[in-house]
């Protein structure tokens, strides 16, 4: 993903501007990138109108690259996609005993989950915790949720052999209640694929402890297939809110996204590993930033800005040793300038400028002198620009009302041109090339 997204920035970057086209097109990779990082088609879709509308509508920000821009929508955007309402990490659990209900597939990591909530819940919230496992098909998932449960201190509800998962689930109410517990959690069996009798189960469990939570516990590395996952237990059962489980693992989190969009449900938690503490909140960013390699993709965008520059030096300094040095190259040596921190920056680019530099810092060239320049040269027209030589008196005092300054301004400018001007020819002719190769490397 983050290797499309880059050649795409990379593009992006070397077209120099955020044009309507440039965010159709990269945009177009972006979604081809979300899909592959499994967010599923309407998802995607969806989302990228959204970014476009933002991106298209959104002022062109000078100091930062265009690829950079689009980086900020796509993220902000995906952030809010997948923020949702009310607090991330805070379930409804007033009026005690309040009951859990742990839905999911079989292996999406219910009952870890169950235990890693139970021992969050007690540990930061002081509540008293019952856990009961209803997975009645595998006696051993009865006896893993016990097990977690003497290794965090969180008492289990006894097993016994026969019952049915609406008499577990009906004996964990009592028993909670008796046992003045503040919350009872009900660890449900799951189906390596959703059927009709699962679904079935899980609606009678919930009409007999009538949960303040449903909690829907997926597997963050599977992508399209989630999504299906949960629209089914939505319909059938209800949820209230997602679990994603092995987001430590190496998946990008594609299912996030879609969870949240077709479900609309909140992302509550995010599982990262198998120990009792890898639990924590969900965070939007963080989620946002990994679907997107953000990390990787920032690098990328700088490395693209950094090519950029060297192409635009390398190019500005063939033209430099053929003995051509207008205005558009002075443009881009004072922009450069403003962008390098000033003179220091401009002497690292450009070898025997370091005089000259020298003494445009003792006359005052700072940024403020430098933007006034470029102001000068851009009340130029184009041809003014390629040829400077045709600046004769009525054209600079056009020039220098256009940019609203005096003509010994753009005296003061048009000198320093020509000497830099003149600088050029002395390099290119004193074999300079090897010193102008050097800087470009
Ligand atoms: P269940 O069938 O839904 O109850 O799934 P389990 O809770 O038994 O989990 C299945 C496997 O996934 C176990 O080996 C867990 O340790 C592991 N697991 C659960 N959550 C996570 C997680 O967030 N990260 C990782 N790496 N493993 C997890
Ligand atoms: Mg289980």
Redesign the pocket.
């Known amino acids: 993903l983050s290797e499309r997204l880059g050649g795409v920035f990379d593009r992006l970057t070397k077209a120099g501007a955020l044009s309507e086209d440039d965010v159709k097109t990269a945009l177009r990779e972006v979604r081809t990138a979300l899909l592959e990082a499994d967010v599923s088609l309407p998802v995607a879709r969806d989302f990228i109108k959204a970014v476009q509308k933002k991106a298209t509508g959104a002022a062109v920000t000078k100091s930062i690259t265009p690829g950079q821009q689009v980086v900020k929508i796509v993220h902000d955007e995906l952030v809010e996609f997948l923020a949702g309402e009310g607090e991330p990490g805070k379930l409804k659990v007033d009026n005690p005993p309040a009951p859990i209900l742990m839905v ?10 169950t235990a890693k909530l139970a021992k969050r819940l007690k540990d930061r919230e002081g509540k008293r915790v019952l856990m009961a496992s209803l ?1 009645v098909n595998r006696p051993a ?1 009865m006896e ?1 949720l016990a097990i977690l449960g003497q290794q965090i201190g969180v008492d289990t509800l006894p097993i016994v052999k026969g019952e049915d998962p609406v008499t577990i689930a009906k004996r964990a109410k009592t028993q909670a209640s008796l046992g003045g517990y503040d919350v009872y959690m009900l ?1 449900t069996a ?1 189906r390596l694929h959703i059927d009709q009798e699962l679904i079935a189960q899980a609606a009678a469990v919930r009409d007999v402890a009538n949960p303040r939570e449903t909690l829907l ?1 997926v597997d963050g590395l599977t992508g399209q297939d989630a999504v299906n996952v949960a629209t089914e237990f939505d319909d059938k059962i209800g949820v209230s809110g997602v679990v994603l ?5 190496d998946g990008r989190g594609g299912a996030a996204l879609s969870m949240r969009a077709v479900t609309g449900k909140p992302i509550k938690f995010v ?4 120990k009792m503490d ?2 924590e909140e969900f965070h939007p960013e963080r989620v946002a930033g990994r679907i997107l390699g953000m990390g990787d993709i920032v690098s990328l965008v700088e490395k693209a800005q950094q090519t950029l520059e060297a192409e635009q030096a390398e190019r500005m300094m063939k033209r430099m040793m053929k003995g051509q040095f207008n205005m558009n190259d002075l443009k881009g040596q004072l922009e450069q300038m403003l962008k390098m921190g000033g003179m220091q920056g401009m002497m690292s680019m450009m070898p025997g400028m370091a005089k000259m530099a020298k003494q445009a810092e003792a006359a005052g060239m700072d940024d403020k002198v430098i933007r006034r320049q470029i102001a000068l040269i851009d009340s130029m027209t184009k041809k003014e620009r390629a040829n400077p030589a045709l600046l004769q008196a009525s054209r600079k005092k056009r020039i220098a009302a256009g940019a609203g300054q005096d003509v010994s301004d753009l005296n003061k400018l048009l000198k320093m041109h020509r000497q830099m001007a003149d600088m050029m020819k002395k390099i290119s002719q004193k074999g300079g090339k090897g010193m102008l190769k050097q800087a470009i490397q």
């Open positions: 999911g597939l079989q292996g999406s990591g219910k009952t870890t989950t997975d998932a893993q660890d799951g516990v489980t092995r987001m430590d693992g599982g990262l590993g198998e890898a639990l």
